[in-house]
């Protein structure tokens, strides 16, 4: 683990909770969970950046992606390398430090700190594995409002995320529609589609495929699935790229060779390129987490949570909205991202909506995107003016 | 294996081949493949529909794609089930049995009888296993104009076929171009894209995860890596299939359960299916033969194979051709099949291009699109008509 980080031991320091960044909620009552399970007491892993402002309205809280973590700024502890926010946060940046207090936690059910399946099962005394509860999107974000109160923020200035941060984000204006002062859900959607949930199927009979998974037990037992959950990763990181992406950063160019192998070597740049994207996502990420949040994503369909009806979702919403789609994104491509700004519209929501050209696929949220700094600084510096945060 | 086909006994009879449809060539001298090794002798197991007329000029050669085999018609000799392609051919259909003769043979490298990894490496009299020579699509299409002059067909009213089978019918056409008379390339593509490459890449290194693969001699150890071919087969069934046809067949619908499961079965009817598609697949694909063709379809790079030109590729083009592609094919998109006809167009080739509307993905080839029937149906005539086939 790193060394904590100054703003944060500050934080610590001014709430009582404990130095590394841990809070632990539901320790007096256990959680209940969407499937009617109760969790309890559970660890939450976050870091903050920034300065909470006195009256505690400047807050902004980043929800990561499915494979992210709370390390939005590096150095990661595990990786050593940035973190996966960089372009997003940080003095002056459109999540402008010197303005906001910037808080990431680690979801539940992750593997970087808040409780999970690698946690320790009080009962019997061993680590979960696949006796962990199923958990949901909205158990998740239950987890960060606790997180939330422990900080005594009523309100946050902002809920920011791509992908399963914007799920995150979305389940949020919904069940907690006074908590949001402004939303921005990125390249997410209402509900997992057919095709996201066949892929995530893949990804997990990958990892439970792996004799070294063991039913689950492998951190007992001491084995790790690292074949399986490679491929898991392989066959994610291809939806996440465009195809014209992964034909303008590879196409058909060979890895460190004049002419094809005739073997069954990394011959193509694009095959080395996801074998070690494979290779080092099982450095930092737990077979178990995967198969969680996975499952979690698949079940996320916040109508169903609403008798069917999205606008029936955000009837209370108070919150100002902005949703981001990518051009190239196929994963949640913008029709997802305009069923939810209908819905919005349908309760005359505050809402802004943009499609972002790009060809980036639908990683563009965590890369190098000018328009979407452009616009994103735009939204949040009108909602700051709104919200009495700047003149 | 069933019961020899009575126009295929008739057939072999004719040409003094063996009663079960094996062919063997390069039986005098080996072949030369495109690696440079050689391979020889080589068994290509075949089947027959219709009769071939005096002077052999109704002969349709109709090529299978990665997973199919010689049984465009059923019933096939491991499942029981019906043919690949029986909405295409028989009489009356596309390719009439009344008018055609018809051939399929299992490519070079599969595992349906053809000379394969699972054949028995005659130098150490075990099966190949991954001691077999990686092969190409030119050395699969060497090989069935090697079937033809066993035949004694010099030139084919029609060589036709989807996907890989698309890939064999443009490499025919370009190597042999005085071979075909028309040339109908269904869904395919001159080059395989680094996506296609990338998600084949996750598919073997699932196989190869396997450790009942065995570094490929599970045939010889009596292990069968099922589960990593499942995994491979489930991650490959999703690109065959479109977004719109995933959501239109599955939805988010739930699996015999009235509610979400909070546990890792298969809740969803998508997970049921890939299930389904994975776990029947492995009882009648060799798991070295996946990875044989898997890499023959990735090396395919037709332009590369004449000084880097497409156009040099069909230089001597002598066909008719017509291409097909589906709008809702993101394996294959319409862009690839024009970069063909471009080139096609460059030599002046006889040529048309249909882009058929489709929401059923890369699939559709294989189903029921009278579209597809009605254009072939017509094309088919007219060429027939042009070689005499008709009055």
Request: charged share 20%; net charge negative; glycine share 10%.
């Amino acid at each position: 683990m790193t060394e904590t980080e100054p703003a944060l031991r500050a934080t610590n320091e001014a709430f009582g909770l404990s130095a590394d960044g841990i809070a632990v909620i539901a320790d007096d009552e256990p959680l209940r969970l969407s499937s009617g399970a109760t969790l309890g007491p559970i660890e939450v892993a976050y870091q903050t950046w920034g300065t909470l402002n006195d009256d505690k309205s400047n807050a902004v809280l980043v929800c990561h992606a499915l494979t992210g973590d709370q390390y939005v700024l590096g150095p990661h502890p595990l990786t050593g390398r940035g973190g996966w926010w960089e372009t997003m946060l940080g003095a002056g940046k459109v999540l402008d430090t010197d303005k906001y207090f910037v808080i990431c936690a680690n979801v539940l059910g992750g593997c970087m700190g808040s409780t999970g399946p690698g946690s320790t099962n009080p009962a019997t005394g061993k680590p979960y594995g696949i006796d962990f509860p199923v958990i949901t999107i909205k158990d998740m974000v239950h987890v960060q409002v606790r997180l939330l109160d422990r900080l005594g923020i009523d309100q946050l200035f902002c809920a920011i995320g791509g992908s399963m941060g914007g799920m995150q984000v979305l389940q949020l204006a919904a069940d907690y529609p006074e908590r949001v002062f402004s939303a921005v859900p990125i390249a997410a959607a209402a509900r997992h589609s057919a095709q996201n949930i066949a892929f995530h199927e893949v990804g997990r009979q990958a990892i439970m495929a792996d004799p070294d998974w063991n039913g689950g037990r492998f951190l007992e037992l001491n084995t790790l699935p690292e074949r399986g959950l490679a491929v898991a990763r392989m066959a994610a990181h291809i939806t996440y790229l465009s195809e014209t992406a992964l034909h303008l950063k590879f196409g058909r160019d060979l890895q460190d060779r004049a002419d094809l192998s005739y073997a069954f070597d990394a011959d193509f740049q694009v095959e080395s390129y996801l074998r070690y994207q494979g290779a080092s996502f099982v450095n930092r990420f737990d077979a178990n987490s995967y198969l969680y949040i996975t499952r979690a994503m698949d079940y996320f369909d916040l109508a169903a949570e609403y008798d069917g009806s999205l606008t029936n979702a955000f009837r209370n919403a108070q919150s100002r909205f902005c949703l981001v789609s990518f051009t190239s994104d196929w994963l949640y491509p913008t029709a997802e991202s305009r069923e939810v700004v209908r819905a919005l519209n349908a309760v005359a929501a505050n809402v802004s909506f943009i499609e972002i050209e790009s060809d980036k696929g639908h990683d563009a949220f965590l890369l190098d995107e000018p328009d979407l700094f452009r616009i994103l600084g735009g939204f949040l510096n009108g909602a700051a003016r709104h919200r009495g945060l700047v003149d």
